[in-house]
């Protein structure tokens, strides 16, 4: 017979004092655990969404990131020829242009520098980017000095709301609209017309090319057409692959120190659920010899008390998460240190997310409870009755 | 004497609980101490700038170059005594991994602004004389086995190509908190070659480094030399090298604000354990309080005797933890190589372990404590435990 579950729950709150602080310290270390998995996610979610595998991104070889890149107008000419792009509705090729450069802005609170990308293009490098749509405002004009902010620089930075003017090039920039790019890496950019762009940057080459494939099966060989043409002297890369490699270098970073983090962390809740658990099992001594006398098997103890055990890495567990969760309204935006510029990221919870973090915590409990739970089955019955 | 006899007897009657909640602050305040390394070390370069260094560069960012005539006309300007400048490379060696700062720097006039980096003046002589010639950290060159007549070749991202040089110098620093691994080489040579390949992007240099005579100048030599290319093609801005370092510093401060919130919280997770355990052991004694009570012993002394048991358990494993901080930053730091520079426990880091700990001991020792002094002695005795 099973000794019912009850009693292992009384147990844990006869003692309310000693359950509450166990209990939070591995709810810190959980709140710990998923907000790394969260911030993690964010950031695949936010490279995820920025690009797509049907479009590609042609840049100088071994450049790495489009700032770097460098594409003078007769190779960029031969790129855009290639038969493989897409037509849109128009008959136009689906094909983009585009100069990329940093330039430095003031944040709002803080007046701190951070570099933010400035994007030159056309009508057509929008059309390859369907997510993004002008929420405040409208689309800059062509040819004119306008320009456009993301959603996350046009908040966080000083001159970048609508209405507002950035000086650079020695011209005055009018942002005359906000845009939202779907929490995708763009709404950390600022658009504006390429060709006025170049012109006030005195840029005579474009950074990449970007475009849209008539068959995304057909990547393939037209990466190797154009990575073998001797007059050109590209790379092309299918725009996820792109920007998930953007990313590796901070993915990487926030991953390893999340996982010695954890680690190290979950050894100091691990170690609180043990000495509750050896007191818990001292205390109740004379119990256990009772529950022995009565004919429960030491199998049944050993049960009760990892029950008991994992019962509180649940409520740890719980509480963890829940106070993770709420670290889904910030957004933390940082230098992305292969691109060298900012780039924002939310905090992303998901079911995956949350059942790891749970069975983190339970692993605490178990490990934090066995030892204590093998005592507890060991004991003697008489010695045990006799303890009371 | 017998106060203490006491509490060390109380601390030791679990020894299996003790020896835990040891081990816990042990591995705490290892973290702790770790974690605020890190931060550290973050800030390091900016630590180390030096007061009359001054860092000129393009107004809009960093990616865009400045023209080379401009270093003759910030010579002329009042309080600058010296003019040098850099560009940077990042370049790859062998593998994206490999990851260490390189500079194409104009050689004669560069390292006489950097005192800091010592190296013997034969192979100054050397360096200078060779236009292929680098020069390496010592940090840098122990990662990468470099040493003096090697061949290093570095496949550029930024300006294209293989690049190969020859190390002709290695250089120390003055201090443990010198950067050494750094990477120099001729500006010329790149220069020369850009001429060749990329002629639109020769004769351009990433940023100005100028040396100033006093320290107080600062401000106005800056602006002054801002004041110079206000409305030209390639506007300046001019700060200290400390500004300017930090400048890189706030770019990852949302990671720099994490850790550090990260590092307290590992304070909080053991202040809970700790807690947990002087709890218990206070609830497993109120009979004893009460004994001690009816015999005379004030609140006060009951706090005490309970405080010191707890600042005891938790000054013993901090210890333990302060002295385990230095060897694991070591070997972290060789681990990281040249991605921290500059990778070592500092005295203030250690203060704030000590600090911790006795704000961990005393936090513990509070709800027993006061358990204890509030305690009717009738209600204790009856306790039994």
């Known amino acids: ?388 | 004497m017998y106060y203490l006899k006491f509490i060390v007897r109380n601390a030791l009657r679990h020894k299996l609980r003790t020896a835990l909640t040891m081990f816990g602050i042990f591995v705490a305040i290892l973290a702790f101490g770790l974690l605020r390394t890190v931060v550290e070390s973050w800030f390091a370069g900016s630590e180390n700038a030096s007061a009359i260094r001054l860092v000129t560069r393009n107004a809009i960012s960093l990616v865009f170059p400045l023209p080379i005539t401009y270093g003759d006309r910030i010579r002329q300007v009042e309080g600058v005594a010296h003019v040098s400048h850099a560009n940077w490379f990042g370049g790859i060696y062998v593998s994206e991994r490999n990851f260490f700062p390189q500079f194409a720097v104009e050689a004669s006039t560069y390292l006489p602004l950097y005192p800091e980096y010592r190296m013997p003046p034969e192979d100054v002589r050397a360096f200078l004389l060779d236009r292929k010639a680098c020069v390496v950290g010592r940090k840098l060159a122990r990662q990468y086995g470099f040493k003096v007549g090697d061949t290093v070749p570095l496949r550029g991202t930024i300006f294209p190509g293989t690049w190969e040089f020859v190390v002709r110098a290695i250089y120390d620093g003055a201090d443990v908190k010198t950067d050494t691994s750094q990477f120099f080489f001729h500006w010329d040579y790149l220069n020369e070659t850009l001429k060749k390949t990329v002629p639109r992007r020769a004769n351009t240099v990433g940023v100005y480094i100028i040396g100033i005579d006093q320290p107080g100048h600062a401000a106005t030599v800056s602006a002054a030399i801002d004041r110079l290319f206000k409305n030209s093609l390639a506007e300046t801005l001019t700060e200290t090298e400390k500004a300017f370092q930090l400048g890189f510093v706030a770019m990852t401060e949302a990671i720099v604000v994490a850790i550090q919130i990260v590092s307290f919280l590992v304070i909080f997770i053991i202040m809970a354990v700790m807690a947990n355990t002087m709890a218990m052991t206070a609830r497993e004694r109120l009979a004893e309080y009460a004994t001690m009570k009816a015999l005379g012993f004030g609140p006060a002394r009951l706090i005490a005797i309970i405080t010191a048991e707890s600042l005891g358990i938790a000054m013993a494993g901090a210890l333990c933890g302060i002295a385990a901080t230095f060897p694991v930053a070591d070997w972290f730091g060789a681990k990281l190589g040249t991605l921290f520079p500059v990778f070592g426990v500092s005295r203030d880091t250690v203060m704030m372990q000590v600090g911790a700990a006795l704000l961990v001991g005393v936090v513990a020792a509070l709800f027993p404590g006061f358990r204890a002094a509030r305690l009717h002695i009738v209600d204790g005795l009856r306790n039994i435990g």
Not at chain 1, 115 to 143: C, E, K, S, W, Y
Not at chain 1, 187 to 214: C, H, T
Not at chain 1, 299 to 310: K, Q
Request: hydrophobic fraction near 45%.
């Open chain 1, 1 to 388: 017979m099973a000794i019912p579950f009850s009693y292992t729950a009384k147990n844990l709150s006869a003692r309310k004092m000693t359950t509450a602080l166990t209990a939070a310290g591995m709810a810190l270390v959980v709140f710990v655990f998923a907000t790394v998995l969260m911030l993690q996610e964010g950031l695949r979610k936010t490279l995820v969404d920025t690009g797509s595998a049907d479009n590609v991104v042609v840049t100088r070889r071994s450049s790495g990131t489009e700032v770097q890149s460098g594409i003078d107008r007769v190779q960029a000419a031969i790129v855009s020829s290639q038969p493989e792009i897409a037509y849109g509705p128009d008959g136009q090729s689906l094909v983009s242009k585009e100069m990329v450069v940093l330039i430095t802005l003031q944040k709002r609170d803080s007046d701190k520098p951070s570099n933010v990308i400035i994007r030159g293009l056309d009508a057509r490098g929008r059309q390859l980017r369907p997510q993004v749509h002008i929420v405040q405002g409208r689309m800059f004009r062509p040819g004119s000095s306008e320009i456009i902010a993301g959603k996350g620089i046009a908040e966080r930075f000083r001159g970048a709301g609508v209405g507002e003017q950035l000086r650079f090039g020695m011209r005055d920039w009018v942002v005359v609209g906000t845009f939202d790019a779907g929490k995708s890496g763009f709404d950390s950019e600022i658009w504006g017309d390429v060709d006025q762009l170049m012109q006030a940057f005195r840029r005579p080459v474009y950074s990449s090319v970007i475009f849209k494939l008539n068959d995304p099966q057909r990547f393939d060989a037209l990466k190797l057409r154009l990575e073998s043409d001797p007059r050109l002297t590209l790379e092309a890369k299918r725009e996820s692959v792109f920007y998930a490699e953007q990313s590796e270098v901070l993915s990487n970073f926030i991953g390893y120190l999340g996982l010695t983090l954890s680690v190290i962390f979950s050894i100091g809740a691990t170690i609180g659920a043990m000495i509750t658990m050896y007191a818990s099992v001292a205390s109740r001594t004379a119990e256990i010899g009772t529950l022995r006398a009565l004919g429960f098997r030491r199998g049944r103890i050993l049960t009760v008390f990892l029950a008991e055990a994992l019962l509180l890495g649940l409520v740890g567990g719980i509480a963890g998460i829940t106070l993770a969760s709420f670290m889904q309204f910030l957004s933390i935006s940082t230098m992305n240190w292969q691109s060298f510029a900012e780039l924002a990221f939310s905090f992303t919870l998901n079911p995956v997310i949350i059942s790891k973090s749970l069975a983190f915590a339970l692993c605490m409990g178990l490990v934090g409870g066995f030892l204590p739970a093998l005592r507890a089955s060991r004991l003697n019955i008489v010695d045990a009755l006799r303890a009371a």
